[in-house]
């Protein structure tokens, strides 16, 4: 498929969510809501749970699945109260010494005049800071859209996975086709230009794992992805938070590199 097929798939009705994911993969799910500063926000699912026998704390982008459970959740699109939620249950999950797992599938974060009202910036920019630092690991992976700032507060992690159909862009096809084109019918050239399938991610080292989605068999997905986390994050917690810290920094700071 080219650029922007996996775009369309990546939107596909009827993909799993992030709650497909969590009641396929963990046990004992307990959601929390609440960011204890204005409100909770539906757009974000965060809580405690079992990976087999590791406690862990999951977070995740929800976009819903009928029309009326898509309005309540903004689409996937949260607001800043979603991501204060998700840094507070992370702080949390760094108390308690449990690892976290984010599922990443938003076209961005709310960019309404209510989120920016409430530090829609602030809130991204906090959370990227203090999953920089945090001292427990971080997986995170790309289930459908990872649309800008919106997917990266929650993916700022140890290791970053994408789904074999998902994107991972600084900007929708759309978007990027009417600054660049002044046309919405460039979003073939643009999907192409951004580079945002996960070939292309893996190729400029900022994901780390493509998971194979077997043909739309998301049953083997799940059972995949269950072994592949327990198995990574059982060797991430055995690393000294020094060593774990030190080795997500370079992580970061490897992203971009070139050489003449």
């Not at 109260?81 to 010494?97: D, I, P, S, V």
């Not at 209510?114 to 829609?120: L, S």
């Not at 929650?154 to 862009?169: F, G, K, P, T």
Request: a negative charge.
């Amino acid at each position: 498929m080219d650029a922007y097929q996996r775009v369309q798939a990546a939107r596909k009705m009827g993909r799993p969510t992030g709650t497909d994911y969590i009641s396929n993969i963990f046990s004992d799910f307990f959601e929390f809501h609440g960011d204890r500063r204005f409100g909770d926000d539906p757009a974000i699912i965060a809580g405690i749970a079992r990976l087999d026998d590791m406690p862990v704390t999951v977070i995740a982008h929800e976009k819903g699945k009928t029309t009326k459970e898509k309005v309540l959740r903004n689409f996937g699109m949260a607001h800043p109260e979603g991501y204060r939620k998700a840094l507070r249950l992370m702080k949390q999950a760094e108390k308690f010494g449990r690892p976290v797992i984010c599922f990443v599938d938003t076209a961005g974060a709310d960019c309404g005049i209510a989120a920016e009202e409430r530090g829609q910036g602030q809130a991204i920019a906090e959370n990227l800071m203090e999953m920089m630092a945090l001292k427990v690991p971080i997986i995170s992976v790309l289930i459908g859209e990872g649309g800008s700032g919106g997917a990266l507060a929650l993916a700022v992690a140890d290791q970053v996975w994408m789904l074999e159909n998902a994107v991972y862009s600084v900007i929708s096809p759309e978007g990027c086709a009417s600054i660049l084109w002044k046309s919405p019918t460039k979003v073939k050239n643009a999907s192409e230009a951004l580079k945002l399938t996960a070939e292309d991610m893996l190729g400029l080292k900022i994901i780390e794992r493509i998971i194979p989605e077997n043909f739309g068999d998301f049953d083997w997905v799940y059972a995949t992805l269950k072994g592949l986390l327990y198995e990574t994050l059982a060797g991430l917690k055995g690393l000294p938070v020094e060593t774990l810290l030190q080795n997500r920094y370079e992580r970061f700071r490897r992203i971009g590199e070139y050489s003449e």
